[in-house]
């Protein structure tokens, strides 16, 4: 191992900035931003300076580590939304209970390397889930999304297990299906979408996005009209979340067997985005990468995707939500035992999911102003 192995600046908020790295057991570093330090032990550092000021540019430094592309000399903060800060809302997602094996891609050749908990160890979906979720109680959001995959097969026994472990957040705590929760049977968590979350300052509006027997999504025509007349009496902005993401009605192709939401509903969704100025955000999970998107005609509307629990990065979302707009940070799982694991399985599909999951540092964190 280098001195200081895969540095990433993976959280840029606009009063903090978050850098993870690893070293050899023991080792102290220090990571500089500006006047600005904080000294972390190895092997695995999260190293997070608050105190920042907003849409400022700070010179970066971590002892030990040269500059390059993930740990750029200089980064800026984020502008924050004007006004107060009324509501926080904390997202995860492709949770994926009962899962034994990372990294297989399906029915036949597989890049490899194929992952698994080592024997007698605690199944990784427990130790990521468990880890997520102690953060998520830190910071203490008014609100918890859980946006699908909750479970690996989509048994009753894997829910259970998902129910067991979010349902200790309390009644903050939502939660609607993905594909993997409906490929046995379609009753797990069939009944709980479209549902509206009244916060203060926003509507957070969950759709239900799965196609039961099919990695594919759809959005059915009750639901889309549910969400056009919330949009158009909302007294707020309203944030959209789902677990599969829009197709891009820009695209130069047009596949009925696309991975996401098929052509003919994604463009009957971003039309009504276009419509109903309200609407401020739509957030899903389903690919296991950090994406952001904005398409032509929807006035800047952010198009989210967010990195999986379950393995690399191992990552979180928060939202800080403003008079004036919102924020959207990407956090890494910081435990030790989550980022052991996640350090392993970065290297999956012949070493490209690090570079495919990660995203931009603006696929992971913007601000978005009403």
Not at 123 to 135: D, L, R, S
Request: aromatic share 8%.
């Amino acid at each position: 191992m280098t001195a200081i192995g895969n540095p990433e600046v993976f959280t840029v908020a606009p009063d903090e900035i978050g850098v993870t790295f690893v070293t050899a057991p023991h080792k102290s570093v220090t990571t500089r931003l500006g006047p600005h330090e904080v000294t972390t032990t190895g092997p695995f550092h999260v190293a997070r300076i608050t105190g920042l000021d907003p849409d400022t540019p700070y010179p970066l430094t971590v002892d030990g580590a040269m500059p390059r592309e993930l740990l750029p000399a200089e980064i800026r903060t984020l502008t924050r939304p004007s006004g107060r800060l009324l509501a926080t809302i904390g997202t995860v997602n492709d949770v994926h209970f009962g899962e034994v094996e990372c990294g297989r891609l399906g029915v036949g050749e597989q890049l490899g390397p194929i992952l698994t908990a080592e024997p007698g160890a605690e199944p990784y979906p427990e130790v990521m889930n468990g880890a997520a979720i102690a953060e998520l109680r830190a910071l203490a959001p008014d609100a918890v999304v859980v946006k699908g995959d909750l479970t690996n097969l989509g048994t009753e026994e894997e829910y259970a297990s998902f129910r067991a472990a979010y349902d200790t957040l309390g009644l903050t705590m939502h939660h609607v299906r993905g594909n993997h929760d409906a490929m046995l049977t379609s009753t797990i968590a069939s009944d709980r979408a479209p549902f509206v979350i009244e916060l203060p300052g926003v509507l957070a509006a969950v759709l239900d996005t799965v196609i039961p027997g099919s990695d594919r999504g759809q959005l059915c025509a009750s639901q889309l009209a549910w969400l056009d007349e919330l949009a158009a009496e909302a007294d707020r902005p309203v944030l959209v979340f789902g677990h599969h993401h829009p197709w891009d009605p820009a695209s130069p192709t047009r596949s009925e067997r696309y991975f996401g939401i098929n052509p003919d509903d994604s463009d009957a969704l971003v039309a009504l985005i276009e419509r109903r100025p309200a609407i401020a955000g739509y957030f899903a999970g389903h690919t296991h990468r950090n994406r952001v998107r904005r398409f032509s005609g929807t006035r800047g509307v952010p198009m989210v995707e967010i990195a999986c629990v379950k393995d690399y990065p191992g990552a979180w979302a928060e939202y800080r939500v403003h008079e004036g707009g919102y924020t959207q940070l990407v956090r890494r799982i910081a435990a030790p035992e989550a980022m052991a694991w996640t350090e392993k399985t970065r290297k999956m599909f012949a070493g490209a999911y690090r570079d495919y999951s990660l995203g931009s540092v603006g696929d992971r964190c913007f601000t978005h102003q009403f």
